[in-house]
């Protein structure tokens, strides 16, 4: 069942920060840090879809002013509850939609938080807010899976994540539609429990577009936030767009 915090409720939210995925290695963060930071400029930053704070708060603790948007109220109680956390200004709605009254040297959206928009309007609909938000010279930062729609044989949908004799993973694919869903199974004590996450995948080029007609414009892609060349092998990109001065 699906409730006011969208597919981020609490049963999510409180195992969010015990993840074992890479995206929660120091070095990963302060990577992410690093360049966020740089292109934050002195100004203040908007994270889209702020969670518990993975990010926001390391690049608070840099001393970047830092704002977010989240639909989940558990996600941001568990932001809130951490040491700085309380100091981070969020507002509870659609990060497609809801306009927090400021403009932002920096708006970023990490981790895929661009896919949990599920329609090609509502992705659309967000780089024009995002375009609302920024001041003249500032960038917007979107970290994004590549589709892996190599991994699929013809006819196939499902690409497997990985699977223990407890825990499996698989993402299910439907070209038709873009939509993706990743579904994660857990067995406790003989009993498994059922988790699906639904995505709409989008292309590289495809945001680009959609930044065009916000009025923004690609000023870099690179691989990861190491900002190692995007190539035909890169499995994700941190592409940068610029709001241009005039
Ligand atoms: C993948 S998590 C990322 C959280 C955090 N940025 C991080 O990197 O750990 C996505 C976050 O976006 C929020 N979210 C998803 N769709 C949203 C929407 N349409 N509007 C606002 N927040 C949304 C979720 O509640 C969740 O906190």
Redesign the pocket.
């Known amino acids: 069942m699906i409730g006011e915090?969208?597919?981020?409720g609490e049963g999510v939210a409180r195992r969010?920060d015990d993840a074992s995925s890479d995206?929660f290695l120091p070095g990963i963060v302060d990577t992410a840090v690093d360049v966020l930071a740089d292109l934050a400029a002195g100004g203040t930053a908007l994270?889209?879809?702020?969670?518990?704070g993975?990010?926001?708060l390391p690049l608070a603790q840099r001393g970047v002013k830092v704002r977010g948007?989240?639909?989940?109220r558990a996600?941001v109680a568990r932001l809130h509850a951490k040491p700085g956390g309380s100091a981070i200004d969020v507002t509870i709605?659609?990060?497609?939609s809801?306009r927090v009254p400021d403009t932002f040297s920096l708006v970023y959206s990490?981790?895929?938080?661009i896919t949990?928009?599920r329609t090609q309007q509502?992705q659309v609909a967000c780089f024009r807010n995002v375009a609302e938000h920024l001041a003249p010279g500032g960038r917007f930062v979107v970290e994004v899976e590549v589709p892996e729609v190599r991994k699929l044989p013809a006819g196939h949908k499902i690409v497997p994540l990985y699977t223990s004799p407890t825990q499996w993973a698989f993402d299910v694919y439907d070209f038709a539609t873009q939509s993706l869903t990743s579904n994660y199974v857990e067995v406790t004590n003989g009993r498994g429990e059922y988790q699906s996450i639904p995505f709409r995948y989008v292309w590289p080029s495809e945001l680009d577009l959609m930044a065009q007609l916000a009025g923004l414009r690609l000023s870099n892609r690179w691989g990861g936030w190491t900002r190692h060349a995007f190539t035909h092998e890169s499995t994700k990109h941190v592409s940068v767009y610029e709001k241009p001065e005039f």
């Open positions: 915090d969208g597919y981020f969010w995206m994270e889209l879809g702020i969670g518990t993975r990010i926001a948007i989240d639909l989940s996600m709605g659609d990060f497609s809801t990490v981790f895929n938080t949990n928009l509502a």
